[in-house]
């Protein structure tokens, strides 16, 4: 099989996005002679290692990025004639549809449960929330029912899909192995008394408790943060703390320097708050220190826990207790052979079981039922 033209959107991911660049396009290369990527970051044009990324231009706003914005996608989408359209984000169902009515395929690439993070939007009045969550809901499935496949991220969000289109498989967001071979050399004495956690800055990562873990530690642990802060005035509120002073900050790092800096660390942490949507989740970055052979700190969520202590690739702790994130790090950083030996047990556990080269299949099966 192998398909002429491949289109990939999304109107709110930035183009280095893992899931969609880094793992995705590239392996649809496989079956395709052309895939392209429409963003709208206004950073232009770009081609990336063989994938043809079209820029429609950043919106100035979030009514901007729904009217306007939406408009410039569906356009360059039309005009470039691909045999099957892949979007990432539900503002675009409507474009899907459209595209639908042209007789393309259409696949919608579904992230999380879209109703449920209604609740988290705090710039909805908070009687509105429920009604606005369920009306989301129908209006996702009833888009849904329509389109050609829907992939979703995790199993929980594959039953929900299910239920409005039968041809909805699960791709789930694992790493690509390759991309953390050099961060499993690195002797374990070389590396630094170091804690790391790399992807979006926000409150509902945890990363305030992160920070005051490090206050109460027994231990030398010092904390690298890579990524983006969400709201400047968290991070200035952050940086106000003690345990900010233990703290390194490398803004947003490509794929190649956050490899090298998990090189650097002896645990990967990631504490996401219990809110329902990051309950069900499968953050890629958990199974990124896993690839890179760190021990992980992680929520203690029963679906984390299945794979974390399961695994014994590393300890999950009460996200929202600074103490038992402390008592974690000081526990890894003092035991440095059972936190090694955590590192190899997770980065086995990668290569059997949660690995990019799994999923790729899945997909790549998916866009062969999709065009016979």
């Given at each position: 099989?192998?398909?002429?033209?491949?289109?990939v959107m999304t109107s709110v991911h930035p183009r280095q996005d893992a899931r969609?660049?880094?793992?995705?396009?590239?392996?649809?290369?496989?079956?395709?002679?052309?895939?392209?990527?429409?963003?709208?970051?206004?950073?232009?044009?770009?081609?990336?290692?063989?994938?043809?990324?079209?820029?429609?231009?950043?919106?100035?706003?979030?009514?901007?990025?729904?009217?306007?914005?939406?408009?410039?996608?569906?356009?360059?989408?039309?005009?470039?004639?691909?045999?099957?359209?892949?979007?990432?984000?539900?503002?675009?169902?409507?474009?899907?549809?459209?595209?639908?009515?042209?007789?393309?395929?259409?696949?919608?690439?579904?992230?999380?449960?879209?109703?449920?993070?209604?609740?988290?939007?705090?710039?909805?009045?908070?009687?509105?929330?429920?009604?606005?969550?369920?009306?989301?809901?129908?209006?996702?499935?009833?888009?849904?029912?329509?389109?050609?496949?829907?992939?979703?991220?995790?199993?929980?969000?594959?039953?929900?899909?299910?239920?409005?289109?039968?041809?909805?498989?699960?791709?789930?967001?694992?790493?690509?192995?390759?991309?953390?071979?050099?961060?499993?050399?690195?002797?374990?004495?070389?590396?630094?008394?170091?804690?790391?956690?790399?992807?979006?800055?926000?409150?509902?990562?945890?990363?305030?408790?992160?920070?005051?873990?490090?206050?109460?530690?027994?231990?030398?642990?010092?904390?690298?943060?890579?990524?983006?802060?969400?709201?400047?005035?968290?991070?200035?509120?952050?940086?106000?703390?003690?345990?900010?002073?233990?703290?390194?900050?490398?803004?947003?790092?490509?794929?190649?320097?956050?490899?090298?800096?998990?090189?650097?660390?002896?645990?990967?942490?990631?504490?996401?708050?219990?809110?329902?949507?990051?309950?069900?989740?499968?953050?890629?970055?958990?199974?990124?220190?896993?690839?890179?052979?760190?021990?992980?700190?992680?929520?203690?969520?029963?679906?984390?826990?299945?794979?974390?202590?399961?695994k014994h690739a590393g300890i999950c702790v009460n996200p929202a207790d600074p103490?038992?994130?402390?008592?974690?790090?000081?526990?890894?950083?003092?035991?440095?052979?059972?936190?090694?030996?955590?590192?190899?047990?997770?980065?086995?556990?990668?290569?059997?079981?949660?690995?990019?080269?799994?999923?790729?299949?899945?997909?790549?099966?998916?866009?062969?039922?999709?065009?016979?």
């Open positions: 099989m192998v398909i002429n033209r491949i289109v969609i660049l880094h793992k995705q396009c590239r392996s649809l290369l496989k079956i395709a002679n052309e895939v392209s990527l429409i963003v709208a970051d206004g950073l232009g044009d770009q081609n990336a290692a063989g994938i043809a990324i079209h820029d429609v231009g950043a919106p100035h706003s979030r009514v901007g990025r729904i009217w306007h914005t939406i408009r410039k996608i569906y356009s360059k989408a039309l005009g470039l004639d691909a045999d099957i359209y892949h979007f990432h984000d539900p503002e675009l169902c409507a474009v899907g549809l459209l595209l639908k009515r042209h007789g393309y395929k259409v696949i919608y690439d579904v992230h999380e449960d879209y109703p449920l993070k209604v609740y988290q939007k705090h710039y909805l009045p908070r009687n509105c929330r429920g009604l606005l969550s369920a009306a989301v809901r129908i209006a996702e499935r009833w888009c849904s029912s329509r389109f050609d496949s829907i992939v979703a991220a995790t199993p929980e969000i594959g039953k929900f899909m299910q239920v409005a289109n039968p041809r909805t498989v699960t791709v789930k967001n694992y790493p690509v192995v390759e991309e953390f071979l050099s961060q499993v050399e690195k002797k374990w004495e070389e590396r630094e008394e170091a804690v790391v956690y790399a992807g979006g800055l926000m409150k509902e990562k945890g990363i305030d408790k992160c920070v005051q873990a490090l206050e109460i530690c027994h231990s030398a642990a010092r904390m690298h943060l890579a990524g983006k802060f969400v709201n400047q005035n968290f991070k200035q509120g952050l940086e106000q703390t003690p345990g900010w002073k233990k703290v390194e900050f490398h803004g947003y790092l490509d794929r190649k320097r956050l490899g090298r800096l998990y090189g650097k660390c002896r645990i990967g942490i990631v504490t996401l708050q219990p809110i329902p949507s990051y309950v069900v989740s499968l953050p890629v970055k958990m199974f990124e220190y896993m690839a890179a052979g760190l021990p992980v700190i992680a929520s203690d969520f029963p679906l984390w826990k299945e794979i974390v202590e399961a103490s038992e994130i402390a008592d974690a790090i000081d526990h890894l950083l003092k035991n440095p052979i059972t936190a090694e030996g955590m590192g190899r047990n997770g980065r086995r556990a990668v290569l059997e079981e949660y690995s990019w080269a799994s999923q790729e299949k899945v997909l790549i099966e998916s866009y062969r039922k999709c065009i016979s």
